[in-house]
């Protein structure tokens, strides 16, 4: 069982910063990508960043240059830096991690954290 927690959500003003964390149960290592996910009311899940096993990054256009993923391997967390923040990043923030079978992906989440921008 695998487990994924995250911590660090909230309520900041436009503009404002938050920084999100998730701690696996198991090395990150064993993922091939771990990372961010949000859901706001009435949307579907949208991936925010990844952290794939080779240090390569990958982003959501909607928060290029505001978000910043970093990962801890020794530690086995993944961080997500939210910079610059926009009353649209509210959401339910998930942390994912994926590891990749011959029959398919398997992915686990956390139980995720609420991100509210307003003022």
């Known amino acids: 069982q695998v487990h994924l927690v995250e911590s660090g959500g909230g309520l900041v003003q436009p503009g404002g910063s938050l920084r999100l964390s998730c701690i696996a149960s198991?090395?990150?290592?064993?993922?091939?990508?771990v990372g961010w996910y949000r859901q706001a009311p009435g949307k579907e899940r949208e991936l925010v960043a990844g952290?794939?096993?080779?240090?390569?990054?990958k982003y959501a256009d909607s928060v290029k240059g505001r978000f910043t993923i970093s990962r801890d391997n020794a530690r086995n967390t993944v961080t997500l830096q939210m910079n610059s923040l926009k009353p649209e990043d509210t959401a339910v923030y998930y942390c994912?991690?994926?590891?990749?079978?011959?029959?398919?992906?398997?992915?686990?989440w956390g139980q995720g954290t609420q991100v509210t921008v307003s003022s």
């Open positions: 198991r090395s990150i290592l064993s993922f091939n990508v």
């Open positions: 952290s794939f096993s080779g240090n390569s990054a």
């Open positions: 994912n991690g994926q590891v990749f079978t011959a029959w398919g992906t398997n992915n686990y």
